[in-house]
């Protein structure tokens, strides 16, 4: 069904609506700890995923990171539409990658106190600049990653398709928010949506 789709559907994109989907029904999922000035957990109203695009910029390949605002609220196409933006327009045009390349232009220290800042004192700008939750997957290139590293409480990560439509799924969590247990009925609720 999804290769009639139009437009096509990426396979990130139904993992992270799902993921979404599952979210807003379980806010934990949408929770981290913050840790300055006193170490406290924070749950973001809506989810935001972060997806790490790779683009060619001067030359050479460069990570850089996609947002998606709710992705639970809006259609796969419309999702669909902001994933071909932030994957074909000039990186220079995306406000989102040049907010990226002007802070690695900063020297190393100031750079990790912006690092500091975004991900420990306020669970609002730390959704807003890093996002709710991870996406990330080797599986277009044949291979599977066993346990991404990742600043975000949560990661989602899949694995190859096979011919069978069959896939490994993994949640990366963060074990002082949430324990192993909750992450296996979300699995469940993941398949389920």
Known sequence: IRRLTEPKISWFLIFG???SIVAREHPILRTCLIRRPWARLYEHPFSICSLAI????QGE???FFAHFRGPEYQSLANLQ?????YKNDPVQRIAAFRRIL?????PRIIRRLLWESSLNFSGQKRAKRMGTFGLTSYGALGAESLHPISPLAFTLNFGPISPANRVAVKIIYDHRIVDGSEIARRLKDLEEA
Not at 54 to 57: A, I, L, Q, S, V
Not at 81 to 85: C, E, G, K, Y
Request: glycine share 10%; hydrophobic share 30%; charged share 35%.
């Open 17 to 19: 609506k799902a993921f």
């Open 102 to 106: 002007q802070v690695g232009r900063l």
């Open 61 to 63: 390949n460069g990570l």
């Open 81 to 85: 539409r902001s994933l071909d933006h």
């Open 54 to 57: 790779e683009r060619e910029y």
